[in-house]
Structure formats: structure tokens, C-alpha cells
């Protein structure tokens, strides 16, 4: 059974940092696409970011230079680490696993960007 269990979310003020955690089990890590989506209120799911199995990295237009995704398959771990939040960037925050054609999905973890 795979489980994917987010950590780290939170209520930050705007220019604030927040490190979001994904600890993945049930799938052999290490081989899988783990990548970050978020969704605010009345909007569709978007692309944080995904680093490969190969660390090769991708983040949705807005998060550049802002966000970092990083992996340790020593820990079965996804990071995501957030700068220079802004008040946008107030969503739920779902972690993925996606490999031989399957997409699993954690419970999210809430970010709220406000002062």
C-alpha cells in the first residue's frame, strides 16, 4: 500500500519561508517522479514542481527561483523548500509519486500566506 504523508505547512507571513516534507512508502522510491501540486481555493490543481528519478528538475512559471525541490531516497523523502512567499501562494499542497504508470497522491498540507 503506498502512502504518501506531507509535514511542514502552516501559517507564514509574506516574504516568509516554509520547508514542506513528503515521507513516501509502499513504492521503491528511488525509481519514482516525486513532484509537489497545489491548489487554492476555486482553482485548479497546478504544478509546483517534480524532480525525476534521474534529479532532473521542473517548476510551474511562478515558483521559479522561489521554490526548490529536492529528493533523498536514502529517507524515501520529497522536500520543498519555499521563499519569498506571497499571499498567492496560499493553497493546499499535495505531494505525488508517479511510476510505471500510476500516480499516487497524499492527504495535502495546508499553506496560508498572510500577515
Known amino acids: 500500500q503506498v502512502q504518501l504523508v506531507e509535514s511542514g505547512g502552516g501559517l507564514v507571513q509574506p516574504g516568509g519561508s516554509l520547508r514542506l516534507s513528503c515521507a513516501a512508502s509502499g513504492i521503491i522510491f528511488s525509481l519514482y517522479t516525486m513532484g509537489w501540486y497545489r491548489q487554492a481555493p476555486g482553482k485548479q490543481r497546478e504544478l509546483v514542481a517534480e524532480i525525476t528519478n534521474s534529479d532532473s528538475v521542473g517548476y510551474g512559471d511562478s515558483m521559479k527561483g522561489r521554490f526548490t525541490i529536492s529528493r533523498d531516497n536514502a529517507k524515501n523523502t520529497v522536500y520543498l523548500q519555499m521563499n519569498g512567499l506571497k499571499p498567492d501562494d496560499t493553497a493546499i499542497y499535495y505531494c505525488?509519486?508517479?511510476?510505471?504508470?500510476?500516480?499516487?497522491w497524499g492527504q495535502g498540507t495546508q499553506v496560508t500566506v498572510s500577515s
Open positions: 505525488l509519486s508517479r511510476g510505471f504508470g500510476s500516480d499516487y
